[in-house]
């Protein structure tokens, strides 16, 4: 499944979900009052079977060409629950945009637990 696909005068580039969930991951774990990401069934199902999930906590959905993600995390308990949930929303936005060049529709936070 391709995200995005330019067409170049050197071939084709192509974004794939599981690279936004890298880089999703990423920008979530250097946020702020973020303790972890957590599991999500895809993440404990590759685990299970040995091989690194990368992008653990973060759930990509792509229809139409539009981009919404799903961050399950768990928060430090001395931080701002609503102000980190947003600090979460804009670094991964502005991430996904900064490495991939593309817009990103909707970043839904799941506060799962409080560490």
Do not use: C, W
């Amino acid at each position: 499944m391709r995200i995005q696909e330019d067409k170049t005068n050197l071939g084709n580039i192509e974004i794939s979900p599981e690279v936004l969930e890298v880089i999703a991951s990423i920008a979530v774990t250097e946020t702020e009052g973020v303790h972890a990401l957590q599991n999500n069934f895809a993440s404990g199902n590759f685990e299970k079977i040995g091989k690194k999930y990368r992008g653990r906590g973060v759930k990509v959905e792509t229809k139409d060409n539009e981009v919404r993600l799903s961050i399950y995390v768990s928060l430090s308990p001395d931080r701002n629950v609503h102000e980190t949930a947003e600090r979460i929303q804009k670094n991964v936005s502005q991430t996904i945009r900064n490495m991939t060049e593309h817009d990103v529709k909707e970043v839904n936070v799941h506060i799962v637990n409080i560490k």
